[in-house]
């Protein structure tokens, strides 16, 4: 595998791609944002305007789009992607996206000849720039081989979570329990400080103690305790609020469908969307701090 076309330049699509690029493979970038386009040219990528013809050259494709409905007009839809890959092409779709999406992409690819997995990341921005991020496989085995050197240029994590949108129930199962330690931990933390407690001290006391978890080891909501998280920087540069309401939404549907009870996922939704509403959805995730700051 040496060719790529890089579908979907974002915040997370960019920095991957680039990492490809890193690696020494042929990455052809497509976005519809001209300035990511540049961005990527500037780091050594490649330019595809014809992406339907372009596709017919390479490899693999690798994808990292907002929604399902998008994923699914990508290959999908009226000139979709999928009638244009060569013979033993490749699908890597790290969307978060329904996995019933994602299966039907899957099937479609096989009857193609095309090889797919769906490919969903963990790590968040830094993780994507620092080639770190973890990856959570739904496909056969065969698929996930034919793609992990395209994967391990990009992550340091590589599960196999099972068939076709394994992947992606794993990702939004992930998703709901990191909206509730983050809820959980801003609250816990709000709560320190209108009582007097330093949320630095605080924060170190819970890591060592039964409350510890990741959003206190990585990922503080509160500005100035951790300097290199989206907190102290005005919530900027990392996982939108708007993204974590949607895999809220993923989870409880899945939830819906399975028949599963997911209480606190509801919350955290429900908080959520309240906080987008209120604050902007634009902004990091850890954001939701602020929302206990409502008078």
Known sequence: MKKIAFIGLGNMGLPMAVNLVSAGFEVYGYDLVPDAVKHFVDKGGKTCDAMQARVSQVDAVVSMLPTGKHVSELYLGKDGLLSHLPDNGMVIDCSTIEAAIARQVATAARGQGVAFIDAPVSGGIAGAKAGSLTFMVGGTEQHLEKARR???????????????????????????????????????????????????????????????????????????????????HEYQGGFMTRLMAKDLSLALGAGAASKTPTPMGALANQLYRLHATDAGDSLDFSSIFTFYHRD
Do not use: R
Request: hydrophobic share 45%; charged share 15%.
């Open 150 to 232: 395209c994967l391990d240029a990009m992550g340091q994590a590589i599960f196999h979570a099972g068939a076709p949108g394994a992947g992606q129930l794993a990702k939004i199962c992930n998703n709901l329990l990191l909206a509730v330690l983050m809820t959980g931990t801003s609250e816990a933390l709000k709560l320190g400080m209108d009582n007097g407690l330093d949320p630095a001290v605080l924060s170190d006391i819970m890591k060592k103690s039964s409350g510890g978890n990741w959003v206190l080891e990585k990922y503080n909501p509160v500005p100035g305790v951790m300097p290199a998280a989206p907190a102290s």
